[in-house]
């Protein structure tokens, strides 16, 4: 079965340094999105991307954060100067065509900034 | 904005008893709701989606419900299994307009475990 995929697994940093974590959207479909669980809390909706632009963003994803879909396979989050606050699981999803299809998730990368 | 809650926070059942998570959501104009399952230090697994047209769906031992005029969604659990231990999220989807799809926001999830 079809799966997103994402990298690293496990990622520790130091505070300040810039990550970028990488996804690979299940190949047919055409809306990608990022989300986060901070250790204890509740998933939240950071991104949502189609047709090469972000087509909704919540209030967390501020100008530290940024994505890309630098080809046809692979989507990227971009996470400038990271602070401690920003450890947490960050998970890629994607979902198919224009009608509120099931989105599949990925495994996660575990973000540890120190 | 959309709230969504999870009762009870944590259930525990002998194995091949059937039950019942809720799913409570504020905004009534949901686009559609979506039931996952999260292994410890896993991803999300997606079990079942209900369109804001549809009353319920199943998939093998799962079945669930939407009521949006009473703000909630049921999953319901038949013959649990051990294997059924879990995190069970839900979370309901929003369509802002346009090529927005796919906000999701999440309830706190029930921590279900199964023992033989």
């Known amino acids: 079965e079809p799966e997103v995929t994402q990298t690293p697994s496990h990622q520790v940093t130091q505070m300040g340094q810039e990550v970028i974590l990488r996804c690979v959207p299940i190949s047919n479909h055409l809306y990608f999105y990022w989300y986060r669980q901070i250790l204890g809390q509740k998933v939240e909706f950071l991104v949502s991307?189609?047709?090469?632009?972000?087509?909704?963003k919540s209030e967390i994803f501020d100008d530290q954060f940024s994505v890309e879909r630098p080809d046809g396979s692979n989507f990227t989050l971009k996470i400038r100067s990271t602070k401690l606050e920003d450890s947490a699981m960050y998970f890629c999803a994607s979902s198919g065509r224009l009608s509120g299809n099931t989105i599949y998730f990925g495994e996660g990368s575990w973000l540890t900034v120190v | 904005k959309q709230e969504v809650t999870q009762i009870p926070a944590a259930l525990s059942v002998p194995e091949g008893e059937n039950l019942v998570l809720n799913c409570s959501f504020t905004?009534?104009?949901?686009?559609?709701l979506q039931w996952f399952r999260q292994d410890p230090g896993k991803g999300l697994t997606s079990l079942l989606l209900?369109?804001?047209?549809?009353r319920e769906q199943t998939s093998g031992r799962l079945n669930a419900s939407l009521d949006k005029s009473s703000g909630r969604s049921t999953l319901y659990i038949a013959a649990s299994q051990p294997g059924d231990s879990a995190t069970y999220l839900c979370a309901g989807g929003e369509h802002a307009g346009g090529t927005s799809y796919g906000k999701l926001t999440f309830g706190q999830g029930t921590i279900l475990t199964v023992h033989p």
């Open positions: 991307f189609y047709n090469n632009e972000i087509s909704e």
């Open positions: 905004d009534s104009a949901i686009y559609n």
């Open positions: 209900i369109q804001s047209s549809q």
